[in-house]
């Protein structure tokens, strides 16, 4: 969490709600993509963000989960628990910026912090977005893209990702370890035909990319698109 400027414990009890009310207006993680009443505009200022300022839209993201007046996060052990890592992030971060300065090691911080950093947090917005964004639906199940790969190269994709491909067994049975996803996911029979499912990574993302123009995902976009269809 130090390098990435978040609290794990902040993470751990927002995330809970992803889970939770995967596609909700409450699924914190997808703001304002999971919200019907945020303009175009503004949608698509959040995922270009997201995308491409990874490192700080996400801790953005989950501490406005976090301080905002209607936080689902209220228990008085985890706030405190939350608000002492910010105050160590901050100690941390101030402690390696004098450092730096003391030292004049700045294209040090950039090249061997900054860059990789930057590229790292845009990568786990990519991934994010292949598994849900574009989605929407009334059931859980419709919300999650899964890849299916059984070529050893989708085998390796898979494992880099921590076996996150296989998103819909990720988001059904969260409690399983990450390397008994593949197991799980070969159980699956017959597969649901609500969820989405995709042969390659790539087409994963190919789908992700068709619908990036207007981005969202949720529940509370099922009736909007059910209409414009009838």
Known sequence: GLFSFMSLTLYRASHHWHHAYIGDVRDEEFWPLNDPSAGKGKRRLAAFCE???????????????????DTAVRAPAVRHLIWAELVALALFWAAIVAAVAWFGAW??????????AVVAGNVQSWRKYIEHVGLTGARAVALT???????RAGRVLAWLLFQEPYHDVHHLYPKVPQEAL????????????????FRTYSAALADLLRGLGDPKFGKAWAPRREGVKG
Do not use: Q
Not at 107 to 116: E, H, N, S
Not at 145 to 151: D, M
Not at 182 to 197: D, F, N, R
């Open 107 to 116: 294209g040090v911080l950039v090249a061997g912090y900054l860059i990789p």
């Open 182 to 197: 593949p197991t799980v996911a070969a159980a699956e029979h017959p597969l649901p035909p609500e969820l989405p499912v």
């Open 145 to 151: 893209r899964s890849v299916r790969n059984p070529s």
């Open 51 to 69: 995308l491409f300022l990874g490192l700080a839209w996400t801790p953005f993201l989950f501490l406005r989960s976090f301080l905002r007046k």
